[in-house]
Nanobody
Framework: QVQLVESGGGSVQAGGSLRLSCAAS????????MGWFRQPPGKEREGVAA????????FYADSVKGRFTISQDNAKNTLYLQMNSLKPEDTAIYYC?????????????????????WGQGTQVTVSS
């Protein structure tokens, strides 16, 4: 079992930066891939970025490439999402998620159904 807790959300102006953190506990070595998803108000949840835990390959939604960076600190069992050049359309609740030990991320990394562990979410608001 894996437990995930997000933090670092807040309100910033367009062009600003935030770094989200996801603290993982439990059987963390069993997660082959971890990712960040977001859900804007009134819209469906969508993939933002994902990372295979070993080897560390990364995946990004086209809308955030060049602006967001996903990373992990294995020693601290923590996942990060560095968000730069934020835009109003980035406003959403951001969720940390993890797959099982057998499901690494690939071309379909953004499939929500493959992520079985989810955090409670953290709000990110970007004003113009």
């Amino acid at each position: 079992q894996v437990q995930l807790v997000e933090s670092g959300g807040g309100s910033v102006q367009a062009g600003g930066s935030l770094r989200l953190s996801c603290a993982a506990s439990g059987d963390t070595y069993s997660s082959a891939c971890m990712g960040w998803f977001r859900q804007p108000p009134g819209k469906e949840r969508e993939g933002v970025a994902a990372i295979n835990t070993g080897p560390s390959s990364t995946f990004y939604a086209d809308s955030v490439k060049g602006r967001f960076t996903i990373s992990q600190d294995n020693a601290k069992n923590t996942l990060y999402l560095q968000m730069n050049s934020l835009k109003p359309e980035d406003t959403a609740i951001y969720y940390c998620a993890a797959r099982t030990r057998d499901d690494s991320c690939g071309g379909l990394w953004y499939m929500l159904s493959m992520f079985v562990y989810w955090g409670q979410g953290t709000q990110v608001t970007v004003s113009s």
